[in-house]
């Protein structure tokens, strides 16, 4: 072995825009040189191997998840079999148990850590560098089969794992206030141990602020309940002063939300906070099957009580699969949660996770599920193989055309045509099947077309047809300037021309008034950001309700963060219909 060994840690992430913070903990614990390397899942192996073979290395770790296993199978495997001398190690969630086996399933591999690596990965190392072999205990080899899952002592001796050179534009940055769940939910990792580490408050602020000063776009906080941290709402005082123009993403438990809490929430800027919340059932036999037990009406009185805030981003996930669970019983789940308007509705499908509780009972539960990572749920005893396929489209349904937000006037116009949500984005997903088959590439004039067709399945009278294209092309021009009139929607009268270039004659104080940015600004130069489109008639919902002509004007110049164009409604007053 070299005097100086060098390492480089693989991260493979789910997606480009993801990082992985074990990688970066790591590299800040040791002393010796330590190169990060990050990829994601959709870089073909050879690209990879590749680009690792170029870096001169002498240990290699990979940080290995349930989304990254089957790369990391094979990258380990072809690096080993190319750089023979090089030693292999695996750390991480997804090789945290069962350590033995997985040992002689990779040969090539010489170690594995289990649990968390602050502490034994540098003792490793250090093993490595002096060509000794010592016991540490959460570090498994052929030579070493018994260990134990490690934990660190101290969590806030473990150095903070971010420079400068790591953040990069479009990326998000992840970040860790607590390590750890005080639940013990049975499809979860935190099942298999107890204990939540906090980190000092007064250190937080000050990590925070490195990204606050570099503008970083998006920190996830990475703690599994973050509201169960007993400081959660001093630091998020502490950001709503201190924030910048960072946006902040936590997971935390609804029900948990205190008085104190919802009153502070109200008093925040949009785009500052966003909130994960996992529901994941609403049937109580299932909550207490997996030791979720969620106090439903608090969690639908403060969900309520935020999402009429209107200040911040809601998503609300659910699992199919869990104990108990049938389609019908997933269907009141879905529609219990749907009923709250959340920004999104994540449907996840259950993930037999080694280590977990729910593993030790797959067989009880009669759960079969993919026999290679991410051990996703196929049928269990409560749903059929064919009921989890149907769901499936299901889920890429609800992706499409809710949670993607692309059409969020139109989708709720056309739920309000079935008896209930679920059925509505059931029917639906019919028609996405056979038009996407066995390709999910598809342009979204296609899924609009799809929309307005199974609208039109239902009779409906002119009114209503009216109504539901307006609001379908009210969704097409938030997304961009018209490109070519949309020719199903026959019985639209908008945009004539004449009457809008009028509208920019005697009313452009009105524009003005209505977005200050423009201030000033010329038809002509107006024109380079702004589309304005004439409606007769126009009602946007319930409350909004115009019987006199309305310009709407899109402000392709100013995007939100979902990448739409901000509207705004402007009445016509100098004109006659
Ligand atoms: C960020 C995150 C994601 C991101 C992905 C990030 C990325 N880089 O691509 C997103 C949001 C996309 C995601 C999705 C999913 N996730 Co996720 N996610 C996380 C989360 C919140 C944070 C991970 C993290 O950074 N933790 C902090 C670090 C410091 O802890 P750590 O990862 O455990 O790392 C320590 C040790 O494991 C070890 N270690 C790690 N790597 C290495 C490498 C070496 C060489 C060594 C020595 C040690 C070592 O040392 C580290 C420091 O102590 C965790 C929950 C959590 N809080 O950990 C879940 C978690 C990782 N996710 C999980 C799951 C199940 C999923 C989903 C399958 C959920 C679903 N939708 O059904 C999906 C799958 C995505 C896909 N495409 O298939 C499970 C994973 C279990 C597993 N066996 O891998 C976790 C643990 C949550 C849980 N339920 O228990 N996830
Ligand atoms: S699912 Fe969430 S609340 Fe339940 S144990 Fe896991 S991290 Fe904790």
Same mark, same amino acid.
């Given at each position: 072995?070299?005097?100086?060994?060098?390492?480089?840690?693989?991260?493979?992430?789910?997606?480009?825009?993801?990082?992985?913070?074990?990688?970066?903990?790591?590299?800040?614990?040791?002393?010796?040189?330590?190169?990060?390397?990050?990829?994601?899942?959709?870089?073909?192996?050879?690209?990879?191997?590749?680009?690792?073979?170029?870096?001169?290395?002498?240990?290699?770790?990979?940080?290995?998840?349930?989304?990254?296993?089957?790369?990391?199978?094979?990258?380990?495997?072809?690096?080993?079999?190319?750089?023979?001398?090089?030693?292999?190690?695996?750390?991480?969630?997804?090789?945290?148990?069962?350590?033995?086996?997985?040992? #002689?399933?990779?040969?090539?591999?010489?170690?594995?850590?289990?649990?968390?690596?602050?502490?034994?990965?540098?003792?490793?190392?250090?093993?490595?560098?002096?060509?000794?072999?010592?016991?540490?205990?959460?570090?498994? #080899?052929?030579?070493?089969?018994?260990?134990?899952?490690?934990?660190?002592?101290?969590?806030?001796?473990?150095?903070?794992?971010?420079?400068?050179?790591?953040?990069?534009?479009?990326?998000?940055?992840?970040?860790?206030?607590?390590?750890?769940?005080?639940?013990?939910?049975?499809?979860?990792?935190?099942?298999?141990?107890?204990?939540?580490?906090?980190?000092?408050?007064?250190?937080?602020?000050?990590?925070?602020?490195?990204?606050?000063?570099?503008?970083?776009?998006?920190?996830?906080?990475?703690?599994?309940?973050?509201?169960?941290?007993?400081?959660?709402?001093?630091?998020?005082?502490?950001?709503?002063?201190?924030?910048?123009?960072?946006?902040?993403?936590?997971?935390?438990?609804?029900?948990?939300?205190?008085?104190?809490?919802?009153?502070?929430?109200?008093?925040?800027?949009?785009?500052?906070?966003?909130?994960?919340?996992?529901?994941?059932?609403?049937?109580?036999?299932?909550?207490?099957?997996?030791?979720?037990?969620?106090?439903?009406?608090?969690?639908?009185?403060?969900?309520?009580?935020?999402?009429?805030?209107?200040?911040?981003?809601?998503?609300?996930?659910?699992?199919?699969?869990?104990?108990?669970?049938?389609?019908?019983?997933?269907?009141?789940?879905?529609?219990?949660?749907?009923?709250?308007?959340?920004?999104?509705?994540?449907?996840?499908?259950?993930?037999?996770?080694?280590?977990?509780?729910?593993?030790?009972?797959?067989?009880?539960?009669?759960?079969?599920?993919? @026999?290679?990572? @991410?051990?996703?749920?196929?049928?269990?005893?409560?749903?059929?193989?064919?009921?989890?396929?149907?769901?499936?489209?299901?889920?890429?349904?609800?992706?499409?055309?809710?949670?993607?937000?692309?059409?969020?006037?139109?989708?709720?116009?056309?739920?309000?045509?079935?008896?209930?949500?679920?059925?509505?984005?059931?029917?639906?997903?019919?028609?996405?099947?056979?038009?996407?088959?066995?390709?999910?590439?598809?342009?979204?004039?296609?899924?609009?077309?799809?929309?307005?067709?199974?609208?039109?399945?239902?009779?409906?009278?002119?009114?209503?047809?009216?109504?539901?294209?307006?609001?379908?092309?009210?969704?097409?021009?938030?997304?961009?300037?018209?490109?070519?009139?949309?020719?199903?929607?026959?019985?639209?009268?908008?945009?004539?021309?004449?009457?809008?270039?009028?509208?920019?004659?005697?009313?452009?104080?009105?524009?003005?008034?209505?977005? @200050?940015?423009?201030?000033?600004?010329?038809?002509?130069?107006?024109?380079?950001?702004?589309?304005?489109?004439?409606?007769?008639?126009?009602?946007?919902?319930?409350?909004?309700?115009?019987?006199?002509?309305?310009?709407?004007?899109?402000?392709?110049?100013?995007?939100?963060?979902?990448?739409?164009?901000?509207?705004?409604?402007?009445?016509?007053?100098?004109?006659?219909?």
């Amino acid at each position: 072995m070299k005097s100086k060994i060098k390492t480089v840690l693989i991260g493979i992430n789910s997606k480009y825009v993801h990082t992985n913070l074990a990688i970066h903990y790591l590299r800040e614990c040791v002393s010796m040189e330590v190169e990060l390397l990050e990829y994601t899942i959709n870089q073909p192996t050879h690209a990879i191997v590749s680009d690792i073979l170029e870096h001169d290395f002498d240990v290699i770790g990979f940080s290995c998840y349930i989304w990254n296993m089957e790369s990391i199978i094979k990258l380990s495997q072809v690096v080993k079999s190319v750089k023979k001398e090089c030693v292999v190690i695996l750390g991480g969630p997804e090789v945290s148990f069962h350590v033995g086996e997985l040992l #002689s399933a990779m040969p090539w591999v010489e170690y594995i850590v289990s649990g968390e690596g602050e502490e034994a990965f540098p003792l490793l190392l250090q093993d490595i560098q002096e060509g000794r072999v010592s016991q540490i205990e959460n570090v498994y #080899s052929k030579h070493k089969l018994i260990g134990s899952y490690g934990t660190v002592k101290e969590f806030d001796l473990v150095k903070f794992p971010y420079r400068e050179a790591d953040i990069q534009e479009k990326r998000i940055i992840y970040y860790e206030f607590s390590r750890g769940c005080p639940f013990n939910c049975s499809y979860c990792l935190s099942s298999t141990f107890r204990g939540v580490k906090c980190r000092d408050i007064e250190l937080a602020k000050k990590e925070l602020e490195f990204f606050v000063k570099r503008d970083v776009e998006l920190v996830k906080f990475v703690d599994r309940t973050f509201n169960a941290h007993p400081k959660s709402l001093d630091l998020l005082r502490h950001l709503k002063e201190h924030g910048g123009n960072t946006l902040f993403h936590f997971e935390i438990c609804a029900d948990l939300l205190t008085e104190d809490w919802i009153e502070f929430l109200k008093t925040t800027p949009s785009e500052l906070f966003q909130f994960e919340i996992g529901v994941q059932t609403t049937n109580a036999e299932t909550m207490k099957e997996i030791s979720r037990v969620t106090q439903l009406e608090k969690l639908y009185k403060n969900v309520k009580a935020l999402k009429d805030m209107g200040n911040m981003h809601l998503h609300l996930d659910l699992i199919v699969g869990l104990p108990f669970e049938g389609i019908e019983s997933f269907k009141k789940s879905f529609n219990d949660i749907f009923h709250l308007r959340p920004d999104a509705l994540q449907i996840g499908f259950l993930k037999v996770l080694k280590g977990s509780e729910i593993e030790l009972k797959s067989k009880e539960y009669e759960i079969i599920c993919t @026999p290679y990572a @991410p051990y996703e749920v196929l049928q269990t005893k409560w749903l059929t193989y064919q009921e989890v396929a149907q769901l499936k489209w299901f889920e890429e349904c609800v992706e499409r055309y809710y949670n993607s937000e692309k059409f969020s006037h139109s989708i709720l116009e056309y739920v309000k045509l079935f008896r209930a949500p679920f059925e509505a984005f059931s029917h639906l997903s019919v028609g996405l099947k056979k038009l996407l088959g066995l390709d999910k590439n598809v342009a979204f004039q296609e899924l609009i077309k799809l929309l307005h067709a199974s609208f039109f399945e239902h009779e409906r009278g002119d009114e209503a047809r009216e109504q539901f294209e307006k609001l379908l092309y009210l969704d097409y021009l938030c997304l961009g300037r018209e490109k070519g009139r949309l020719e199903f929607l026959h019985s639209l009268e908008v945009q004539e021309k004449e009457r809008v270039s009028k509208f920019y004659a005697t009313q452009i104080e009105d524009i003005w008034e209505t977005f @200050p940015h423009y201030q000033g600004e010329k038809k002509e130069s107006l024109q380079k950001n702004l589309s304005l489109y004439h409606f007769s008639h126009f009602k946007l919902n319930e409350s909004n309700v115009w019987e006199t002509p309305v310009i709407v004007a899109f402000d392709y110049g100013k995007r939100e963060k979902s990448q739409k164009a901000e509207y705004k409604i402007i009445v016509e007053t100098s004109l006659e219909m």
